[in-house]
């Protein structure tokens, strides 16, 4: 298609397209397309607003042809009631022929009713222009300028017939008038043989004596004549009634007559005002054919001029594009240029990414063996650093003392504020991290321990200071911790926490588990674990469901060790499944509420973690043991306000808490009798708390001054705990089948 051949955009529109899509299409170019498509759009929706504004004319013109239908109808209505008219008209002409016989006026009545006839015809003719008229088609504008054509030559036709009508409705009146022109000449002559005949009776009459003699002369010269007189003069009567009735019958012709002229005018108002009716008619019709081809003009050139513009900013677009693909070509011959290349260079980059990947398989393979070689320096070194680590870690703790004091003061929760005696009495120094003071009866006592943990210290800060000694359980020591304080300080909080917030039990597990981790190069571990409670100096196993009571004794191995008989010892194998133990331990510690705290736990919980290590190189075993100790409250008697088996409780609880006390004084006045036995407690404790093992006690306090009395019985208790040595801790390895133990 060249491109003077273009008939309309869209013609250009689609050449350009199939263009487009043998060279491939450009991003300008298709947006240029695009646009043009758009715009086509626009034009077709401004085509389609045209089409709207032609429906509404023609349904404008609809609405006037209805008009004029009702009025064609109207006028239908009054033809019927002329036919009617000239019906009648019809049969009393014929009424008048079979009466009085074929006269010159009815004559003139068979050609009036040949004029009727003509006059039915063109009415008849008028009728059926007017149906016509009636079912004008209302489709397209094109159309609707035709059928006007149509209904104007229609209008002309009917404007000639009526015409005509009026011609011959003159002839008519002409022919009426002649006529009655004839007719009065009739009655004329009539009148005047009328006249003649009433002289000729008058000279008859006249004649009556000359008669009378002849009758009397007849009557007496002859019967015969008398008679002949007597039929004469009955003739004669005859004639006279027959004038009569000549005359009586000439009145009512002319009566008819003057009737059927009064029909006549009627008819001429008639089809003048059906005239006057048709030429309004005509005028509005003229005036709604000019309406429309107006508004036919204005609405086409408004399309026109509108469709101009969008062809001329199409033809720029179209100007547009094609520049724009003038330019694309050059730029495909590079790009097919760069495609070639590139295909070369990815052809060639196979070879080439197998010889990189060899020769870097060569580099590796080389760096590897660099590499373990200078991993078994490193390993050895390794090895040496974790010795070093280790008797420096002993240094340490030894150096804080293998007994440690920590202190924690519980924060003042929303609960403890509904009761009398919420002034804080204990204050902590934040410059110093191991002293309080606590005002006590109008006077502050400042207490020393070696740490003290603020009312808002974390679970984790707690925890960090207690991580040596759990690590040193690994290393094949014997570490207990245990928590004191008065009931509801918050012993269960720092050893058991909470679940979204644990305590020191699990997350000492937590870290030996990541140790183990860190240490299974060297090392192997096996982790068990042990929980009990003691209840009124009754021991009963935690992890047991029954709960059967245990006893203490002594190891029958012959190595003095203590051991409990049927107690349940679980191996534990990852952290979850230790999580599941601590909840079995939790749900099966017996709690009895107290005035003191409504969850007051009334029994010691023990948490013992044997830890089995094996030397891989070596084969050398060592045995740790951890046990964490959540203690039963500290609270004095009166106190409580306990009564019965609440009073055996509590009884009890200070018992073996202050054989705990007598063993720590025992320890600190280095005698040679430890009274471990005292207690079930400590008797339990004998491996871990005695000489050359590392302890550690989180002393619990609360802050409140109704609780000063207590907080100050549990700061005297630790710092008297504080002030025990318990000597160089002295860890249990085993060599060639023998335990000794190393200070
Ligand atoms: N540091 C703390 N932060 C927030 N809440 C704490 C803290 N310490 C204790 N509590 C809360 O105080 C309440 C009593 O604590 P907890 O049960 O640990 O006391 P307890 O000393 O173990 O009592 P009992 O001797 O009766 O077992 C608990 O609701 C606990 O959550």
Not at 462 to 470: G, N, R, S, Y
Request: aromatic share 4%; hydrophobic share 30%.
């Amino acid at each position: 298609m060249n491109e003077e051949n273009y008939n309309t955009p869209l013609d250009l529109l689609i050449h350009w397209g199939c263009y487009l899509g043998e060279c491939g299409p450009a991003p300008g170019a298709q947006a240029g397309l695009h646009k043009l498509v758009q715009s086509l759009c626009g034009l077709q929706g401004e085509r389609s607003q045209l089409r709207g504004e032609l429906r509404s004319l023609h349904t404008e013109l609809e609405q006037k042809d209805q008009d004029r239908h009702s009025r064609v109808q109207a006028f239908q209505q009054q033809i019927d009631e002329l036919k009617h008219c000239i019906k009648e008209r019809e049969e009393e002409l014929a009424r008048l022929r079979t009466e009085s016989g074929v006269t010159d006026s009815e004559k003139r009545v068979l050609c009036l009713s040949a004029e009727n006839e003509s006059l039915k015809q063109s009415l008849s003719v008028t009728q059926g222009l007017l149906q016509q008229l009636s079912v004008i088609p209302s489709q397209s504008s094109s159309v609707l300028i035709q059928e006007n054509e149509t209904l104007r030559s229609r209008v002309q036709q009917l404007e000639s017939s009526l015409q005509q009508r009026g011609e011959q409705l003159s002839r008519l009146e002409r022919r009426s008038e002649q006529a009655e022109w004839r007719r009065g000449e009739e009655l004329r002559r009539r009148e005047e043989r009328l006249r003649e005949l009433q002289l000729e009776l008058d000279k008859e009459r006249g004649k009556e004596p000359v008669i009378k003699y002849v009758t009397q002369t007849v009557e007496v010269e002859s019967p015969s004549t008398m008679r002949q007189l007597a039929e004469a003069k009955e003739k004669n009567e005859q004639l006279a009634e027959k004038l009569s009735n000549k005359n009586e019958k000439c009145r009512e012709l002319e009566e008819l007559l003057r009737h059927s002229d009064k029909v006549t005018a009627n008819l001429r108002h008639k089809i003048a005002a059906y005239e006057v009716e048709i030429g309004k008619l005509r005028e509005e019709l003229l005036k709604e054919i000019g309406h429309l081809e107006e508004h036919k003009e204005e609405a086409v050139k408004a399309a026109a001029e509108c469709s101009d513009q969008h062809l001329q900013s199409l033809q720029e677009q179209f100007t547009g594009l094609q520049q724009r693909l003038a330019a694309l070509p050059p730029t495909l011959r590079s790009m097919k240029t760069d495609y070639a290349s590139l295909r070369t260079q990815v052809r060639n980059f196979s070879d080439f990414y197998g010889a990189a990947v060899n020769e870097a398989k060569k580099q590796l393979s080389a760096v590897i063996s660099e590499m373990s070689e200078a991993n078994k320096d490193l390993l050895e070194k390794y090895r040496k650093e974790v010795a070093l680590r280790r008797k420096y870690h002993e240094q340490l703790v030894e150096l804080k003392g293998n007994i440690r004091v920590l202190c924690r003061v519980k924060p003042v929760l929303k609960e403890d504020q509904q009761d009398e005696g919420q002034t804080v009495v204990v204050t902590t120094d934040p410059n110093n991290e191991s002293a309080l003071t606590v005002m006590s009866k109008g006077k502050g006592r400042s207490f020393e321990l070696d740490k003290v943990f603020h009312p808002h210290a974390t679970q984790e800060e707690v925890f960090q200071e207690i991580e040596p000694l759990v690590t040193s359980c690994i290393d094949g020591y014997h570490v207990c911790i245990f928590a004191y304080g008065q009931t509801g300080s918050g012993k269960t909080y720092t050893m058991e926490g909470s679940v979204e917030n644990p305590g020191i039990n699990q997350r000492a597990l937590k870290h030996l588990f990541s140790e183990i981790e860190d240490r299974k190069d060297m090392w192997s571990y096996s982790i068990s674990v042990s929980s009990v409670e003691i209840y009124n100096e009754v021991l009963r196993d935690l992890l047991s469901k029954d709960g059967e009571k245990l006893d203490i004794k002594i190891n029958p191995d012959g190595t003095g060790q203590l051991h409990v008989p049927g107690l349940r010892v679980i191996e534990v194998k990852s952290f979850q499944h230790i999580k599941k133990i601590l909840a079995v331990a939790r749900r099966n510690r017996i709690t009895f509420g107290t005035q003191m705290n409504q969850h007051s736990s009334r029994s010691h919980a023990l948490l013992t973690i044997t830890v089995l290590g094996t030397d891989l190189a070596s084969g050398a075993k060592t045995t740790g043991k951890l046990n964490l100790v959540d203690l039963a409250g500290s609270e004095r008697v009166w106190k409580s306000g306990a009564e019965g088996d609440r009073l055996k409780e509590a009884q009890n609880i200070n018992r073996s808490l202050l054989a705990l006390g007598d063993v720590i004084q025992a320890l600190r006045g280095r005698q040679t009798h430890i009274p471990f036995r005292n207690s079930r407690l400590t008797y339990l404790l004998q491996d871990s708390l005695g000489k050359g093992n590392k302890t550690a006690m989180v002393v619990q306090i609360s802050s409140l001054e109704r609780n000063v009395g207590e907080t100050m019985c549990s700061l005297k208790f630790a710092q008297r705990v504080c002030k025990v040595e318990l000597g160089p801790a002295a860890r249990k390895i085993e060599t060639a089948g023998q335990c000794e133990h190393l200070s």
